[in-house]
């Protein structure tokens, strides 16, 4: 429940869709979740999915799980400047309620 | 519904000096979490209390690092004596019931 991967840098045009992608190893992960992270602050929840759904929508973020390929993305709607950040995907085991997280993504929106 | 508190927000020290954080939890909120968020990286799991007891403790440095929390509500974490690797963000969370945790705003660490 260690091994959390994420592609370290992605660039947007202002307006545009960001995808931001994320790969676990271990299948018995009972939540993934999306963290956001600005300069100098803690870390924001942004959303979560429980492992046994395949998509969650919220306002302007999609999650999309593919259990098959241990595969989760969060897609940004109209992407912005202050989405601006770096994103960081977890998830928790069943037994010990940890979190482990990927390395996270670094999400420069261009004006 | 209050966050989770962190105090100082920043500190500075001298290489085998101590340093004490520290974290009020969410209300209610029966597991704490102490990670260290080293820069360019992932938060890394350093101790887990449930209530006051410790889940995980395996990734803590015991030989400088120790934590507590006594009446299963606030916790201190303590580093004696620092070295220039313990240089991070230590960031506090807790959970109410595993499934989400809420991140406080950290304590920046600056060894020099």
């Known amino acids: 429940g260690e091994d959390v991967e994420q592609s370290l840098f992605l660039s947007v045009r202002e307006g545009d869709s960001s995808v931001i992608n994320c790969t676990y190893t271990d299948s018995s992960s009972t939540y993934l979740y999306w963290y956001k992270q600005e300069p100098g602050a803690g870390l924001q929840l942004l959303t979560y999915?429980?492992?046994?759904?395949d998509m969650k929508q919220d306002q302007r973020l999609t999650v999309l799980l593919n259990k098959k390929d241990k595969h989760l993305s969060l897609r940004i709607a109209d992407t912005q400047t202050g989405d601006s950040a770096i994103y960081f995907c977890a998830e928790s085991m069943p037994t010990g309620n940890q979190f482990y997280f990927g390395t996270g993504t670094s999400l420069t929106v261009i004006p | 519904e209050a966050g989770v508190a962190q105090s100082p927000r920043y500190k500075i020290i001298e290489k085998r000096q101590s340093v004490a954080f520290w974290c009020n939890p969410i209300s209610g909120h029966a597991t704490l979490y102490w990670y260290q968020q080293i820069l360019g990286q992932g938060p890394k799991l350093l101790i887990q209390?449930?209530?006051?007891?410790?889940?995980?403790d395996s990734q803590l440095p015991k030989d400088r690092f120790s934590a507590e929390r006594l009446k299963g509500v606030d916790s201190t974490l303590k580093i004696q004596p620092a070295k220039l690797e313990d240089s991070a963000v230590y960031l506090c969370?807790?959970?109410?019931?595993?499934?989400?945790?809420?991140f406080g705003p950290g304590t920046r660490l600056t060894v020099l």
């Open positions: 969370a807790s959970s109410l019931s595993g499934r989400v945790g809420f």
């Open positions: 209390f449930q209530n006051n007891g410790v889940v995980d």
């Open positions: 999915i429980f492992s046994n759904m």
